[in-house]
């Protein structure tokens, strides 16, 4: 069984600010099924990179992912408004796949 | 537009049935992996089942192995989840995804809008 430990569980910045996010495997994954979501309260997750670096369709270039191994980075350069919401990784195939989550909060 | 549509939930009791439904559009539904996805209240997202495009390959998490039954229907581009003996701990938002991969990687690239089940006497 594959963990994922996201940091930190709370992330308070305020518009403009660089946003890193964590996403630790607790053993060696491929990088060609981590993948990141975001969820804003009332709606369905939205995917946003996969293959660890790759953007989904749509999804602006502030959003970028990096990693391998067992540490993953999703950042988000400059935050926009529409940015803070919950922040999920997933180990596609996996079980359980996703990380617990990693809330960006308005400082 | 690729859509998903989830329907079938609602108010059960404890050791009640309920039967979802991911009905599909605006792509070739027989062609990819599908995944119930689950959120409790308040909780992060808790992956429930898989089954692939020919419905050759199915998996479920141990929190509902043996009472929860995924299929899908192709030709009516439609995917289930059959729900038994359900818990109060059952009670969640769930999801139906789609898979996706390329010379990337794999991941869910779009997901219904969700269809809350409660469990509750």
């Known amino acids: 069984e594959i963990v994922l430990t996201q940091s930190p569980g709370t992330l308070s910045l305020s518009p403009g600010e660089r946003a890193t996010l964590s996403c630790r495997a607790s053993?060696?994954?491929?990088?060609?099924?981590l993948a990141w979501y975001q969820q804003k309260p009332g709606q369905a997750p939205r995917l946003l990179i996969y293959?660890?670096?790759s953007r989904a369709t749509g999804i602006p270039d502030r959003f970028s992912g990096s990693g391998s191994g067992t540490d993953f980075t999703l950042t988000i350069s400059r935050l926009e408004p529409e940015d803070f919401a919950v922040y999920y990784c997933q180990q596609y195939g996996s079980s359980p796949p996703f990380g617990g989550g990693t809330k960006v909060e308005i400082k | 537009e690729v859509q998903l549509v989830e329907s079938g939930g609602g108010l059960v009791k404890p050791g009640g049935s309920l039967r979802l439904s991911c009905a599909a559009s605006?792509?070739?539904?027989?062609?990819?992996?599908m995944n119930w996805v689950r959120q409790a209240p308040g909780k992060g997202l808790e992956w429930v089942s898989s089954i692939s495009s020919s419905s050759s390959y199915i998996y479920y998490a141990d929190s509902v192995k043996g009472r929860f039954t995924i299929s899908r229907d192709n030709a009516k581009n439609s995917l289930y989840l059959q729900m038994n003996s359900l818990r109060a701990e059952d009670t969640a938002v769930y999801y139906c995804?789609?898979?996706?991969?390329?010379?990337?990687?794999?991941?869910?690239?779009?997901w219904g809008q969700g269809t809350l089940v409660t469990v509750s006497s």
């Open positions: 053993q060696s994954v491929s990088s060609s099924y």
């Open positions: 605006g792509f070739t539904f027989s062609s990819y992996s």
């Open positions: 293959g660890a670096s």
């Open positions: 995804a789609r898979v996706y991969y390329d010379s990337s990687g794999y991941c869910f690239d779009y």
